[in-house]
């Protein structure tokens, strides 16, 4: 099946820093989806990502759909200590069904006052 | 939030004992998913529906059963369960399918002893 490599697998930032995160896949993806996941509950969708080369803005959150349709990346401006948590990528490849979505390991965003 | 719940929250059964995962939804969407969560393993399908009585398996449905009755409820059922099902799983609902984003309910931490 597809595979999604996510990097970093982990940060550790100062409040007020940018973060940048990407997914690369082995497969092109029609869709691009960024979720985060706070401790003890579900991932929460925080950007959907529709079309190669589209760039979609979240508040302080931007995320962008590849050219090549193979990647993806979230970027956090002027983190925040609230920005804590597991951030997920997850995509479903061309051709694709109603069959679920291949997931990112995710990236541990912890960030240092 | 999308109207998913998901019951019991947290379960410690036995080893071989069933067990069956609930999940209810107020948002009449007609795809539904399971995923179980593991460390280093990320998310992880395992059945999924695309309307009443309508199922198929996902990546991981080796022990596994699930039913749809009625738009609102899909059921995860432990045949036997064992201790590699230890796992927190997570519902997910979608309206469109193969190019719609999914929610994910709260999970349900499942312990097998």
């Known amino acids: 099946g597809q595979q999604l490599n996510q990097s970093p697998q982990s940060m550790f930032i100062q409040e007020g820093e940018d973060v940048s995160m990407n997914c690369t896949s082995s497969s092109i993806f029609n869709t691009w989806l960024w979720y985060k996941q706070d401790p003890g509950e579900g991932p929460v969708l925080l950007i959907a990502?529709?079309?190669?080369?589209e760039l979609t803005s979240n508040g302080r959150l931007t995320a962008q759909f590849g050219i090549t349709r193979k990647d993806s990346f979230l970027n956090i401006s002027a983190s925040i200590p609230s920005d804590v948590g597991i951030y997920f990528c997850?995509?479903?490849?061309?051709?694709?069904?109603?069959?679920?979505?291949?997931f990112g390991k995710g990236t541990h965003l912890i960030i240092q006052p | 939030d999308a109207g998913i719940t998901q019951s019991p929250r947290h379960k410690v059964t036995e080893t071989g004992t069933p067990v069956t995962l609930r999940c209810h939804q107020t948002?009449?969407?007609?795809?539904m998913y399971w995923y179980r969560q593991d460390p280093g393993h990320g998310l992880r399908l395992i059945h999924y529906s695309y309307g009443v009585k309508d199922t198929d398996k996902g990546e991981v449905s080796d022990g596994y059963s699930v039913s749809r009755s009625k738009t609102e409820d899909f059921l995860l059922t432990l045949e036997s369960a064992t201790s590699s099902q230890t796992s927190v799983y997570f519902c997910?609902?979608?309206?469109?399918?193969?190019?719609?984003?999914?929610?994910f309910g709260p999970g349900t931490r499942l312990t097998v002893l």
């Open positions: 997850a995509g479903r490849a061309r051709g694709g069904g109603a069959d679920g979505l291949t």
């Open positions: 997910a609902i979608s309206d469109r399918g193969g190019t719609d984003t999914q929610y």
């Open positions: 990502l529709y079309k190669a080369g």
């Open positions: 948002e009449n969407h007609r795809y």
